[in-house]
């Protein structure tokens, strides 16, 4: 959904995260809660999707895949790269379903 403002400026909250990390700014902290937040969320889908087991290894692959995507976006600019990572990550996390053979 926001594929052209990720071309542009990267994730607000994780450029926020490295900005303030470099100057060791006394913010960092609330910036980091950010993260954390979506952390949570991300592990409290995993949870309803049946993976309370390690939904919390799992929410910080997923962080970690969303801001790896959008650091490569803004850095190369090319959009087709957010659609195919996004598509690759979108068939992970449904393979992450019971029903579905878990991933190798």
Same mark, same amino acid.
């Given at each position: 959904r926001n594929q052209a403002r990720i071309m542009q400026f990267g994730c607000p909250a994780g450029s926020l995260c490295m900005? *303030? =990390?470099k100057l060791q700014h006394p913010s960092q902290p609330g910036a980091h809660a950010i993260l954390a937040l979506f952390q949570g969320w991300l592990r409290g889908q *995993?949870? !309803?999707l049946g993976r309370e087991?390690?939904?919390d290894a799992l929410a910080l692959r997923l962080l970690a895949m969303? !801001? =790896?995507i959008a650091v490569l976006a803004q850095a190369m600019g090319d959009a087709a790269l957010i659609q195919r990572e996004v598509d690759l990550m979108t068939r992970w996390v449904?393979? *992450?379903a019971p029903s579905s053979p878990q991933p190798i």
């Amino acid at each position: 959904r926001n594929q052209a403002r990720i071309m542009q400026f990267g994730c607000p909250a994780g450029s926020l995260c490295m900005e *303030l =990390g470099k100057l060791q700014h006394p913010s960092q902290p609330g910036a980091h809660a950010i993260l954390a937040l979506f952390q949570g969320w991300l592990r409290g889908q *995993l949870v !309803q999707l049946g993976r309370e087991h390690d939904a919390d290894a799992l929410a910080l692959r997923l962080l970690a895949m969303t !801001q =790896g995507i959008a650091v490569l976006a803004q850095a190369m600019g090319d959009a087709a790269l957010i659609q195919r990572e996004v598509d690759l990550m979108t068939r992970w996390v449904r393979s *992450l379903a019971p029903s579905s053979p878990q991933p190798i």
